[in-house]
């Protein structure tokens, strides 16, 4: 790995075209990524790569007259001090904040380059150029900053909220409703059984722990997210199986008070919060009328909730 104080100008002006290309490239994976749900977004990350081609070409153009046709292989990665990207750009669906912060700190680095290496150099006409070139990066670091603050379109903000609802809501809701419904017969089954708050917390906390892992790779497993633009499968899958465990330990935590008819009375009245929280995330994030979707989770959990009792006391 070589330093930037051993750079020849030759070598200086080659990692250059390099950086420039390859900055070219990630912008245009950029655009491709995010242009069916951000494209007025992608645009502006078309004319990025647009404005890194002209930069390209101006630095061969300089290279063919002072070294010649031949322009050797540098990257950033041959040349200490440069910080290690993350190929964000691989992942699909492509995050827009993440794109935006990468194509931030992006133009910065090459700003930061581009101002050190014309400080060293002797000769004028590179001097000069890579002086250039520092400035017009640092105005598309300027403009990378104001891609990231950017307020999205009205169709923008709608696909936004969908992929958000997609990869977020949706495995949350699903774990909650899993978490809150499923746990209870078991714990309900055991306080009427047991009589003993310990022995019911720890069914709760297995129960909801237990459905927690399994709804979590459940989730993770069923998607990849390239086709249904659910996003990373992983994501979801923790998103998923922290919300069961969540709404198993919601009505699990009371049975920490001794008095075991007290802490039922609790867990019901955290059951009836649970459930409730449940009906109005449908009703807003899943388009469901709020007493359709309060029926629905109500009779459910009743269900549920009726079922541990007779279980219990048989």
Same mark, same amino acid.
């Given at each position: ?64 007259? $002072? ?14 001090? %440069? ?78 909220? $969908?992929? %958000? ?139 549920? %909730? ?9």
């Amino acid at each position: 790995m070589r330093t930037f104080d051993s750079l020849t100008e030759r070598e200086i002006l080659a990692l250059a075209i390099s950086l420039e290309e390859e900055d070219a490239r990630i912008y245009e994976d950029f655009a491709n990524g995010i242009e069916a749900n951000y494209p007025e977004q992608a645009a502006k990350f078309r004319k990025m790569r647009h404005d890194e081609d002209r930069h390209r070409h101006r630095l061969l153009e300089l290279y063919k007259v $002072r070294f010649g046709e031949h322009v050797p292989l540098i990257r950033r990665q041959d040349i200490r001090g %440069f910080v290690n990207r993350r190929p964000v750009w691989l992942v699909r669906p492509l995050g827009l904040k993440t794109v935006q912060k990468t194509a931030e700190s992006m133009e910065v680095e090459t700003f930061r380059f581009y101002e050190a290496v014309a400080r060293r150099t002797t000769d004028a006409g590179i001097r000069q150029l890579l002086g250039d070139l520092a400035e017009e990066e640092r105005g598309h670091a300027h403009a990378a900053e104001q891609v990231a603050k950017a307020r999205l379109s009205e169709d923008e903000a709608s696909r936004a909220k $969908r992929l %958000f609802v997609l990869q977020v809501v949706q495995p949350g809701l699903a774990g909650l409703m899993d978490g809150s419904v499923s746990t209870l017969a078991p714990l309900f089954a055991a306080a009427f059984a047991t009589h003993s708050s310990l022995e019911t917390f720890l069914v709760g906390l297995a129960a909801s722990v237990g459905a927690g892992i399994s709804m979590g790779f459940a989730e993770a497993l069923s998607d990849d997210g390239s086709l249904t633009g659910r996003g990373h499968p992983w994501a979801r899958g923790f998103v998923c199986g922290a919300m069961t465990a969540l709404g198993g330990l919601g009505h699990t935590m009371p049975y920490l008070i001794p008095n075991v008819k007290t802490a039922t009375a609790i867990a019901v009245a955290v059951v009836l919060v649970e459930l409730s929280v449940i009906s109005w995330v449908r009703h807003k994030f899943m388009d469901t009328p709020l007493v359709s979707a309060l029926l629905q989770v109500m009779l459910g959990g009743a269900l549920v %909730f009726l079922a541990g009792i007779l279980i219990g006391n048989s």
